[in-house]
């Protein structure tokens, strides 16, 4: 069964750059699917930041676009994001997710636990 | 604000029906599929409907799907107290060439 596991800094200071990355288990990054990243700030509801394809063609939302970066590691099976220039409305859990189908964008049906991203001095 | 409109909340009683609207444009729901997502606290989002009524594997016959246009209503029958959650609709929006998704309703079973 297909797993995906984020890690990366918890706590970041206003104006630098949130780094981090998804681990998938038992699939191959490499065999196709856009995988993406979807953040959900305290109390609040669900943003799609972006997504990659294992060529490495990106979609990512137009309202984070400058400040986003998604990258793939088939070497290591795994996925990134970068936020640069954050700011404390960057506050949030961060999911990796993969969709149901492997053409699609949308209707994620794997999802990583998410990881809390705290951005403060 | 999201994209696409859903009420903030629903309530209703343990056995009854409920309805959670979503609201949007030609450019997302009006042309692409609906997805419908299922969030306990703490947890990840968990996809309940997707392609406007396909199941995932272990997802009741309890939830269903109408669209029309731009809008879309999932529905749940049979409300049991393990049905308390927030729940997510979602697209893809050509427009944007994005993924949007609704603000979210929370579903109190009373």
């Known amino acids: 069964q297909v797993q995906l596991q984020e890690s990366g800094s918890g706590l970041v200071k206003p104006s630098e750059t949130l780094s981090l990355t998804c681990a998938v288990s038992d699939y191959s990054i490499s065999s196709g699917y856009y995988w993406g990243w979807i953040r959900q700030p305290p109390g609040k509801g669900l943003e799609w930041i972006g997504s990659i394809y294992h060529s490495g063609s990106t979609y990512y939302n137009p309202s984070l676009k400058s400040r986003v970066t998604i990258s793939v590691d088939m070497s290591k099976n795994?996925?990134?994001?970068?936020?640069?220039?954050?700011?404390?409305?960057?506050?949030?859990?961060?999911?990796?997710?993969?969709?149901?189908?492997?053409?699609?964008?949308?209707?994620?049906?794997?999802?990583?636990?998410?990881?809390?991203?705290?951005?403060?001095? | 604000q999201s994209v696409l409109t859903q009420p903030p909340s629903v309530s209703a009683a343990p056995g009854q029906k409920v309805t959670i609207s979503c609201s949007g444009s030609s450019s997302n729901l009006?042309?692409?599929y609906v997805s419908w997502y299922q969030q306990l606290p703490g947890t990840a989002p968990k996809l309940l409907i997707y392609d406007n009524n396909k199941r995932p594997s272990g997802?009741?016959?309890r939830l269903s799907v109408s669209k029309?246009?731009?809008?879309?209503?999932?529905?749940?029958?049979g409300l049991q107290t393990g049905d308390e959650a927030?729940?997510?609709?979602?697209?893809?929006?050509?427009?944007?060439?994005?993924v949007v998704f609704g603000g979210g309703t929370k579903l109190t079973v009373l």
């Open chain 1, 78 to 121: 795994q996925f990134s994001l970068k936020l640069s220039s954050v700011t404390a409305a960057d506050t949030a859990v961060y999911f990796c997710a993969r969709p149901v189908g492997a053409t699609r964008h949308d209707a994620f049906d794997i999802w990583g636990q998410g990881t809390m991203v705290t951005v403060s001095s």
């Open chain 2, 30 to 32: 009006g042309n692409n």
């Open chain 2, 59 to 61: 997802i009741p016959d």
């Open chain 2, 68 to 77: 029309s246009g731009t809008s879309a209503t999932l529905g749940i029958t």
């Open chain 2, 86 to 98: 927030d729940y997510y609709c979602g697209t893809w929006d050509s427009s944007l060439s994005a």
